[in-house]
């Protein structure tokens, strides 16, 4: 009930933005009022309701933790300027191996996986493996940079939330999550 009436003031708002500026066809639309907020995780703080059942059975890694076999999971949450529309955002996710790896095929980290997630399903595009290298070293860095696909817009718009996992001979040392707004208050 809470997601439809703020759904409907929403676009309330933005149709009478598109309005007042005189939008015309085939011309971009201006934003009269732009924000941008950087969330950096700090400690994994996952949303349960993001993620699958089996993710959440497996052992819990905390950030740079060096243990095998655990599955990192977190939530970027936010609560919403009023009257505004997430644009694009971007995820920055730096990772370090676990493990040294040969290949894909074993059960270290050459086999890790990644994604980006909302109610436990993964979004096309933004999931796969952290390795696409080889061989992987002990303690090889990588960074991941995810932009938001119109799907995951959406979800974070509905939501003020998006998850992501790795999975699980990989260490996450940081994270980010970069928003761009358009506002009309």
Known sequence: MKRTIF?????GCLLSAGMALGQEPGRPMLCPKPSYE????TTPTP????????MLAIARAGVNDTAPNKFFLHTFQW???QCCQILSATM???????QPSASAAG??????SMGVMSNQVAFPGLNGPVYTTFPV??????TRTYVMTPAALA?????????????????VLSAKLQISRCCVK
């Open 7 to 11: 759904m409907t003031a929403l676009i």
């Open 38 to 41: 950087t969330i950096d995780m």
């Open 47 to 54: 949303v349960n309701a993001e993620f699958r059942p089996d």
């Open 79 to 81: 609560k919403p300027p």
């Open 92 to 98: 920055t996710i730096t990772l370090r191996a676990n």
């Open 107 to 112: 059960s270290d980290s050459g086999n890790d």
């Open 137 to 142: 070293a002990m303690n090889q860095p990588t």
């Open 155 to 171: 979800s974070m718009n509905a939501n003020n939330r998006i998850s992501f996992y790795v999975q699980d001979d990989t260490r």
